[in-house]
């Protein structure tokens, strides 16, 4: 067993600010993205912005996640990975402002998103670190973020008015070097195991995939990929909907599905003492399905009811899942536990997700009016089927894991 982690209440204070600020910017520049690119002209490159992430994923965060784990501490690698995405991020806004190629404009974003992909794995291990318990203290602490994220949209919304400007992302990229400067106040956190001969599956983190023989570990992490292709539509086109619905300050109503994020996260510790995680993960994922038929009505009430769900229907798989990762697997894998799902959900569910959203987006729309009824009954169609392979997938421990 390892030994007891510091849990003092100043260390809790740290990171819920680390969670905080690590997810402004995030929402600052995430929400508002599909929009600034169509006030620029460059609408069309939506979808493969959007998938660079995906493309990023394939390649930083299990490399770093690895690093994290038998080499260098994870206080130092989020340190400069912090200072990356802020530079990354600026180069991305500079191509766009000088209106440089499309080819070029990828490029910029491609950067932007290897260095960025592996800051939330990074940062939410340093946190699972220093917990005693994690089903208790990680809900609360990870509500901070949400909060942090909510912070981000209001003020693209009401303080900088930049729902469609590049002012958004310009402050976020300051903001990610507040990130940075917050990782010196952080206590170390040094790697589980430090090997000093390693091999090039170790080096390249590959050996994380030995997670995957285990049954329900699979299960969890599929599900995972499979649940992101539809989820990956909520952020870009509930925005443009909501722009077709003439509804303004979009950012700011998109962060009404925070709301019960923040509600089940302080709620969360309270459900897994009481419920079996398999329930859980299915409350999530049938809350999606319900959430994008209430999109499907497509008028501006029933979006706005359905962005309000958004919260559970992120909260109880993926930081369930999360949770589920640090209390089952080895501490010796948690930074590349968490790293495999971030390469599972933004590579593989995102990757599928943004380009199949694009085609299908494509397909809805013609004559440049898109029949938002049919395109959201199209992911109602994917959230079903993800849930109902998770029913029949997953055994889970059930009420005596002896």
């Known amino acids: 067993m390892p030994s007891p982690r510091p849990d003092a209440t100043a260390s809790r204070t740290t990171l819920a600010t680390l969670f905080f600020f690590a997810a402004l910017p995030m929402g600052m520049w995430n929400v508002p993205l ?13 979808p493969w912005v959007l998938a660079t992430t995906s493309v990023a994923a394939f390649i930083s965060p299990l490399f770093v996640a690895a690093l994290a784990d038998q ?65 208790r203290q990680f809900g609360p602490l990870r509500a901070w973020a949400t909060g942090g994220w909510m912070a981000g949209c209001w003020i693209v919304s009401f303080v900088l008015r930049a729902d469609a400007s590049l002012s958004a992302a310009v402050t976020a990229s300051a903001l990610w070097l507040v990130v940075m400067a917050l990782t010196w106040t ?60 003439g509804v303004g300050s979009i950012s700011a109503v998109i962060s009404l599905g925070q709301t ?37 009505f497509a008028t501006t009430g029933w979006v706005m009811a359905g962005t309000l769900l958004h919260g559970l229907a992120y909260t109880l798989y993926f930081i369930t899942a999360q949770i589920y990762l640090e ?52 992911e109602t169609a994917l959230a079903a089927a993800v849930c109902v392979f998770f029913a029949f997938a997953y055994r889970g421990r059930g009420r005596n894991p002896a």
Request: net charge positive; hydrophobic share 50%.
């Open 260 to 296: 019960t994020e923040i509600l089940v996260m302080l709620l969360l510790a309270s459900l897994l003492a009481r419920v079996r995680l398999k329930w859980i993960f299915l409350s999530g994922m049938v809350v999606c399905v319900i959430r994008y038929a209430f999109n499907a």
């Open 327 to 378: 209390e089952r697997i080895d501490p010796g894998w948690r930074v590349r536990a968490q790293a495999l799902l971030a390469l599972l959900m933004s590579g593989f569910g995102n990757m599928a997700g943004y380009l199949g959203g694009g085609w299908w987006h494509a397909a809805c729309t013609k004559g440049g009016v898109t029949d938002w009824s049919r395109f959201w009954w199209g």
């Open 186 to 245: 952080l206590p170390s956190v040094p790697p589980p195991v430090v090997l000093r001969q390693r091999t090039w599956r170790q080096i390249l983190g590959i050996d994380a995939l030995e997670l995957l023989r285990h049954r329900d570990h699979r299960v969890v992490f599929i599900t995972a990929a499979l649940y992101c292709v539809p989820l990956a539509a909520f952020y870009p086109y509930t925005a443009r909907h909501l722009s077709d619905l």
């Open 34 to 46: 599909a929009n600034v690119f169509a006030a620029h002209g460059r609408g069309h490159l939506v």
């Open 71 to 135: 080499k260098h501490s994870p206080v130092t690698l989020l340190r400069w990975l912090t200072g990356g995405t802020s530079l990354s991020l600026l180069l991305t806004c500079g191509s766009l402002h000088w209106g440089w190629s499309d080819a070029l404009i990828l490029a910029c974003a491609q950067l932007q998103a290897l260095v960025s992909m592996p800051v939330w794995s990074v940062t939410s291990s340093i946190v699972f670190s220093q917990l005693h318990d994690a089903k």
